[in-house]
């Protein structure tokens, strides 16, 4: 199929960009990989096209304050590979390897990712783990959201009429980290992801955090898990109690892909091997 008639704009700038964007049934073009699908399958039917690939000041990795502060439009691969990454948040790189293929990486944005919000996809569940904050740029100028209420559903998110997610802020987090998926077939969408990661001193669990992915309408994060495992030496036992709790804040859905009852049973295999893996990182 072909895109149902639209018009577009190359912006030049953010200012430009949210100006644009004002306009009823209008869309941002960062990457493409999820938005151009949708326009050919005419699930999105945009009257405006808002590109924002040469606005430059987008697209950026760097250190301040403690914290790494990511372009929206910065592309996964780049990412993916970037040494600082790695060393001071490395849950986030590993996390990067399983979306989709190389050459998807190369093109899709983080930024493009996370507006997105499919509740399957790794990077929202990520974040909501890592306690990111969003830079958002309006019609009324600059605004925080924290991960964790940004996303609101499936592909919905707090972003308002004429918004744009313009950088996203990450705390620096060395120490063990685990992804774990289940997927029908390398590189799809996974029905079920864990995110985790863990510090120890003296052989005991500092800090724990586990997003969820595919277990429910938005990234879940395993608060009740994470705090069975603070403080305790992690011992197959807690583990697989964690584990426990963790599925049992999961919300799945059913379809044809697997039943709500196997995505949940699921989600509590794959968070015991992620913290069992994250254990032997830290």
Do not use: W
Request: glycine letters at 10%; a neutral charge; charged letters at 20%.
């Amino acid at each position: 199929m072909k895109a149902a008639p639209f018009d577009y704009l190359r912006a030049s700038s953010v200012e430009e960009a949210v100006r644009a964007l004002g306009t009823p049934d209008s869309l941002a073009l960062a990457g493409g990989q999820s938005l151009v699908p949708l326009l050919n399958l005419r699930h999105a039917r945009p009257s405006l096209v808002v590109d924002i690939n040469r606005v430059d000041e987008l697209s950026f990795l760097r250190k301040e304050n403690g914290r790494l502060e990511i372009g929206a439009l910065t592309r996964h691969r780049v990412a993916e590979t970037s040494d600082v990454v790695r060393s001071d948040v490395p849950l986030l790189a590993e996390a990067l390897g399983h979306v989709g293929h190389v050459a998807i990486r190369n093109r899709g944005t983080i930024g493009g990712s996370l507006a997105h919000a499919d509740p399957a996809a790794e990077l929202p569940a990520v974040m909501v783990a890592l306690d990111a904050e969003f830079a958002v740029h309006g019609p009324d100028g600059e605004r925080t959201i924290a991960a964790r209420d940004f996303f609101l559903g499936p592909y919905r998110t707090a972003l308002g009429a004429g918004e744009l997610l313009t950088r996203i802020s990450v705390p620096v987090l060395p120490g063990g980290c685990a992804v774990e998926e289940l997927s029908r077939r390398s590189r799809d969408l996974a029905l079920v992801a864990v995110f985790a990661t863990v510090t120890m001193s003296g052989g005991v669990c500092e800090t724990a955090r586990i997003a969820v992915a595919g277990a429910g309408p938005t990234p879940i994060r395993a608060i009740a898990a994470e705090a069975s495992l603070t403080g305790r030496p992690l011992t197959d036992g807690v583990i697989a109690a964690a584990a426990d709790l963790a599925a049992a804040a999961t919300d799945p859905p059913g379809d044809l892909h697997a039943p709500s009852g196997y995505r949940r049973e699921m989600a509590a295999v794959l968070t015991r091997r992620a913290i069992t893996r994250a254990k032997e990182g830290a």
